[in-house]
Structure formats: C-alpha cells, structure tokens
C-alpha cells in the first residue's frame, strides 16, 4: 500500500532570510540617506530664511529638523520631523493681526531687559523689578507706560540702566527723581510674513524621489 508524500525542504543556515535582508539593506539605504540629505537642505536653507529675515541666530538654530529612526538606523520608512522650538513662531510664517485688551505695551528703547537680551514684558515689569509704572496719558497720542529713577543729569544722557531702575527713587541718591516712558500702547498689531519654511519644505520633499533613486543607483 502506497503511502502519503511528503517533502520537506529546510534552510538550517537561513540563507534564505539573510538574501532577503541583503535585498532590502540597498532600499533601506537609499531611502534613508535621501530623506537624510533633504532634511539637511530644509534645516539650512530654513535657518538663513530667518537670519535673512532679522532675527537672531538663537531664533535660527531653535528651527529643527530631525530624522527617524535615530542613532544611523537605515529603513525604507525614514522620515523627518520639521519643527521651530518657539511655539508662536508660525506668527512669522503666515502673519497676523494681534490685538490688545484693550492696549499691547511695545518696549521703547529704555526698557528693561532680562536673560538673553530679550526685553522684560510690561506684565512682569512689577516682579522683575521690584517698583510700579505709572500711566502717561497723552491727549491724541498713544499711551505710555513709565518708571520712576533719580539721576543726575549726566548720567541721564546715557539712558536708563536696570539697576536703576530696581534703585527707583532712590531717596539716598544723587540727582533729580523723574518719569522715564518704557512702553508703548497699541490697540493691534500686524504682523507681515517674515518666514518662508513651508515653502522651503515643500521644494525640498519634491526632491526625495530623485535623490532616492541616484543614491539607490550608487549602493
């Protein structure tokens, strides 16, 4: 009586897998070093687009973009994640119109600045420095908002100073008391673009397919 055949067919040394893995290493690499070489065009075109605009090379660098997966980690799912650390810088990519309630206090040129030069907002002007403003109405003319210092009237021609303005009145020192503006009131502010990162994104992904497939032609 003729029994049942079968065949069984194994690959004890995974030759197998390992020729598949072997075929998918070129994509894997093609893929990641295209997206690689577009996020380094968006990170570096995008940056000077911010220098170019006016702001600092602290705003520049805080524009990020990052590749995944991480640590040299070749996949055909590579991708990269364009992001800006200031969480309201997408003001300066697509404008916009800010309004006040009922007033935005603009810093004039004497007004007090904190860490990283960036100046003391109107709001944190009491906590930050330890003394009131004071209104200084002006009839037809935008409002302002000031601090008491004593100086003389050489030191005055040299602007205000923070310690000054922490001294205030400062009852034990030389010179006159005076009434110096610090802000500015606005009812609105328009914001124009000053950014073009989106755009610059956009012109640089278009690339991905062609830098895939020269680096897929060079593996």
């Known amino acids: ?19 598949m893995r072997d075929k ?15 996020a380094d065009s968006i990170k570096a075109e995008g940056r000077a687009d911010i220098i170019s605009a ?22 055909v799912d590579a991708a990269a994640l364009v992001y800006h650390k200031v ?19 603009l810093p004039l040129p004497d007004a007090p600045r ?8 109107a709001s944190q002007y009491r906590l930050k420095v330890g003394h009131p403003l004071y209104a200084i109405k002006r009839p037809g003319k935008a409002p302002l908002l000031g601090a008491n210092i004593k100086s003389t009237a050489a030191r005055s021609q040299k602007g205000v100073s923070l310690s000054q303005l922490k001294r205030g009145r400062n009852p ?15 009812r609105q502010v328009d914001i124009k673009q000053k950014f073009h990162l989106r755009a610059i994104t956009k012109v640089n992904a278009a690339r991905i397919a062609s830098l895939y497939y020269r680096n897929f032609l060079d593996e």
């Open 1 to 19: 009586m003729a029994g049942n055949l079968r065949i069984t067919v194994s690959d004890p040394s995974d030759a197998w897998v390992k020729a």
């Open 24 to 38: 998918y290493k070129p994509i894997a690499k093609a893929a990641t070093r295209a997206v690689v070489q577009v």
């Open 54 to 75: 006016g702001f600092s090379r602290r705003w520049a660098n805080a524009f990020r973009v990052n590749v995944y997966p991480k640590g040299g980690v070749v996949s």
């Open 87 to 105: 969480p309201y810088a997408d003001v300066f990519e697509t404008g916009a119109r800010i309004a006040g309630s009922p007033y935005l206090w």
């Open 114 to 121: 904190g860490r990283g030069g960036a100046s003391i907002p």
């Open 172 to 186: 034990s020192g030389r010179g006159t008391v005076r009434l110096v503006p610090l802000y500015v009131g606005v």
